[in-house]
C-alpha cells in the first residue's frame, strides 16, 4: 500500500517564476491538505482539498492555488516565486476529516524541498 | 497568532530516561491533540493523539497527558532510546464548529536527542 508521494523532491527556482508541486494521497484517503515548512518551524497550513473543491485555506496569498482531480490527487501553484517561498511543501492526506470514519490523523508525504534563487 | 507553542526548541535527555515535550495552546476550540515525529528528509509520521474528553492516552512507550484547564499537554517516552532522536510536533484541531475545523494547526517543534 504506496503511502502518500510527493513530486518532484528537490528542485531549484528564480524569483518571478512559477512552480508546480504534485501530490498522490494514500490509497483510500479522499482529503488532501498542504503545509508549508519554512526551516525551524512547523508546518503551516496553506489550504485543503475535498471533492475536487477547496475547503479551508491558511493565510497564504492568492500566488497560492492548487486543484484536486477526480482521482483525488492533487497539485500546488505558486506562481511570482518569492525568495521567502523556499521552504519544504509538504502534501498530507487523510480521510474526510469532518466526516464520521475522521480520525483527525494526516499522513505526510516526505515534501518537495524549493529553493528559491 | 501562534496558536499552538512548543517553547523548548531542543532537549537533550540519556538513553534510557524520561523525555518529557510540552506543548500549550490558546483556543479552547480545540478538540483533538496530535504529536508526530520527523526524521530529516521525511515527512511528519503520526506517533499518539488523544481527545478532549480524556486526559491520557498511552501507546507502548509513550503517553500523552492532557490538562485542559491550562491549556497544556505533553508527550512522555519512557524509557528514551536513541531512534527516538527526531523533531517532535505537537498538532491541535477542532473537529467542529470553529474555523479551525478540518485542518491542524501546527506548534514549531521541539529537536529530541537522546544519547546512547
Known amino acids: 500500500d504506496a503511502g502518500v508521494t510527493q513530486s518532484p523532491t528537490h528542485l531549484i527556482k528564480t524569483r518571478g517564476q512559477q512552480v508546480t508541486l504534485r501530490c498522490s494521497p494514500k490509497?483510500?484517503?479522499?482529503?488532501v491538505s498542504w503545509y508549508q515548512q519554512a526551516l525551524g518551524q512547523g508546518p503551516q497550513f496553506i489550504f485543503q482539498?475535498?471533492?475536487?473543491?477547496?475547503?479551508q485555506r491558511g493565510n497564504f496569498p492568492d500566488r497560492f492555488s492548487g486543484h484536486q482531480f477526480p482521482n483525488y490527487s492533487s497539485e500546488l501553484n505558486v506562481n511570482a516565486l518569492l525568495l521567502g517561498d523556499s521552504a519544504l511543501y509538504l502534501c498530507?492526506?487523510?480521510?474526510?476529516?469532518?466526516?464520521?470514519?475522521?480520525?483527525?490523523?494526516?499522513?505526510f508525504g516526505e515534501g518537495s524541498r524549493l529553493t528559491v534563487l | 497568532d501562534q496558536q499552538v507553542k512548543q517553547n523548548s526548541p531542543s532537549l537533550s535527555v540519556q538513553e534510557g530516561r524520561i523525555s518529557i515535550l510540552n506543548c500549550d495552546y490558546t483556543n479552547s476550540m480545540f478538540d483533538y491533540f496530535l504529536w508526530y515525529k520527523k526524521y530529516p528528509a521525511e515527512g511528519p509520521t503520526f506517533l499518539i493523539s488523544?481527545?478532549?474528553?480524556?486526559d491520557k492516552n498511552e501507546d507502548g512507550r509513550f503517553t500523552v497527558f492532557l490538562n485542559k484547564s491550562a491549556k497544556h499537554l505533553s508527550l512522555h517516552i519512557v524509557p528514551s532510546q536513541p531512534g527516538d532522536s527526531a523533531v517532535y510536533f505537537c498538532?491541535?484541531?477542532?473537529?467542529?464548529?470553529?474555523?479551525?475545523?478540518?485542518?491542524?494547526?501546527f506548534g514549531q517543534g521541539t529537536t529530541l536527542q537522546v544519547k546512547p
Open positions: 488523544i481527545s478532549s474528553i480524556k
Open positions: 498538532a491541535a484541531s477542532a473537529r467542529f464548529g470553529s474555523s479551525n475545523t478540518g485542518k491542524l494547526i
Open positions: 498530507a492526506s487523510s480521510l474526510d476529516l469532518r466526516g464520521p470514519r475522521a480520525t483527525g490523523e494526516l499522513f
Open positions: 490509497s483510500g484517503h479522499d482529503t
Open positions: 482539498y475535498y471533492e475536487e473543491e477547496e475547503r
